[in-house]
């Protein structure tokens, strides 16, 4: 696509609930990645993909996490027994990686309230 | 030690001044930096990168890095109010990851 899809927009859920976040980035991006960003803070790095498989997934925070990227395109984060401190707008970023350039281009975000 | 840290300001300055915004990062191997600007309610996007030590000039925009002192900073010459934004340092760090510092909000009063 012409940007980084993300869906959905805003997502209200309650406490315990599980919740799946989408997104589908620039066609030909082989890199992707998963940030979460809170009020007045920068974005916090979760995990990334190198097509199909996870890169590095140092920075999800527990096992109640988990992303997939099963074609090396279209990446879900999963998120189970959610808890309030997982309020947060959820950040998709692709990239073509060669040369060490490496530059994101950002979707709209998930913004995820738990109540 | 935060791997990428920023004073999170606000930094306010006049229209038409130079805004400074500055940068330290922990890793040393670090090899790529990038400045991102992230108006309120909306993502984070691209304004430079810098890869060498150094001055790199695009428009109003100067990036500077220095490796040994592991700081990088960006210059906003004429500063406009829709300058106004957070923008945000990113270093590269093992492999392709990108890590954030918590980002500088820059207010510049018309």
């Known amino acids: 696509g012409a940007g980084v899809s993300q869906t959905p927009s805003n997502k209200v859920t309650e406490k315990g609930k599980y919740v799946e976040l989408r997104c589908d980035p620039i066609s030909g991006h082989t890199a992707l990645y998963w940030y979460r960003q809170s009020l007045g803070q920068g974005p916090e790095f979760l995990i990334y993909f190198q097509g199909t498989g996870a890169a590095d997934d140092s920075g999800l925070p527990n096992d109640r996490f988990f992303a997939v990227r099963p074609e090396g395109s279209v990446s879900t984060l999963k998120i189970q027994r959610t808890e309030r401190g997982d309020s947060a707008v959820y950040l998709c970023a692709s990239s073509f990686q060669g040369s060490g350039a490496n530059v994101l281009t950002f979707g709209a975000g998930s913004r995820l309230t738990v109540l | ?110």
């Open chain 2, 1 to 110: 030690q935060k791997e990428v840290e920023q004073n999170s300001g606000p930094l306010s300055v006049p229209e038409g001044a130079i805004a400074s915004l500055n940068c330290t990062y922990s890793d040393r191997g670090s090899q790529s930096f990038f400045w991102y600007r992230q108006y309120s309610g909306k993502s984070p996007e691209l304004i430079m990168s810098i890869y060498s030590n150094g001055d790199k000039e695009d428009g109003r925009f100067t990036a500077q890095l220095n490796k040994a002192s592991q700081y990088v900073s960006l210059l906003i010459r004429d500063s406009q109010p829709s300058d106004s934004a957070t923008y945000l340092c990113a270093v590269i760090t093992g492999g392709f990851k990108t890590i954030f510092g918590a980002g500088t909000r820059l207010f510049v009063k018309a």
